[in-house]
């Protein structure tokens, strides 16, 4: 692919280097290369987590993760039940793929 994207710019070069590379064919004649969005999107994301407004670290979880899995893998986190000595939260505000936040 690169061969193909250094075309424009240095088409003699590109031509050299696809004919070392085995290339058959002229890179000039051959397709541009199609964007594929499904490539770029990360199956998982990390969420950084706050308790009462300290960020105390991070949370691996799957990108279409619902509400009440997040919380639930949150509050089950060392560093939260550390942070809540035992008490029940007041509120867990989840923003949806950037911060949780645990209020005590």
């Given at each position: 692919?690169?061969?193909?994207l250094?075309?424009?710019?240095m088409?003699h070069?590109?031509?050299e280097?696809?004919?070392?590379l085995g290339g058959?064919?002229?890179?000039a004649?051959?397709?541009?290369?199609?964007?594929?969005?499904?490539?770029?999107?990360?199956?998982?994301?990390?969420?950084p987590?706050?308790?009462?407004?300290?960020k105390r670290?991070?949370?691996?979880?799957?990108?279409?993760?619902d509400q009440g899995a997040?919380?639930?893998?949150?509050?089950?986190l060392?560093?939260?039940?550390?942070?809540?000595?035992?008490?029940?939260?007041?509120?867990?505000?989840?923003?949806?793929?950037?911060?949780?936040?645990?209020?005590?």
């Amino acid at each position: 692919i690169l061969v193909h994207l250094i075309a424009p710019v240095m088409p003699h070069l590109a031509e050299e280097c696809w004919q070392a590379l085995g290339g058959t064919d002229l890179v000039a004649e051959r397709p541009w290369p199609v964007y594929d969005p499904s490539l770029v999107v990360d199956s998982e994301i990390v969420l950084p987590v706050q308790v009462n407004g300290k960020k105390r670290g991070d949370l691996t979880i799957a990108r279409d993760a619902d509400q009440g899995a997040v919380e639930k893998a949150v509050l089950a986190l060392d560093f939260v039940q550390k942070a809540l000595e035992g008490k029940a939260p007041r509120k867990v505000i989840i923003v949806p793929q950037r911060i949780v936040n645990v209020v005590a």
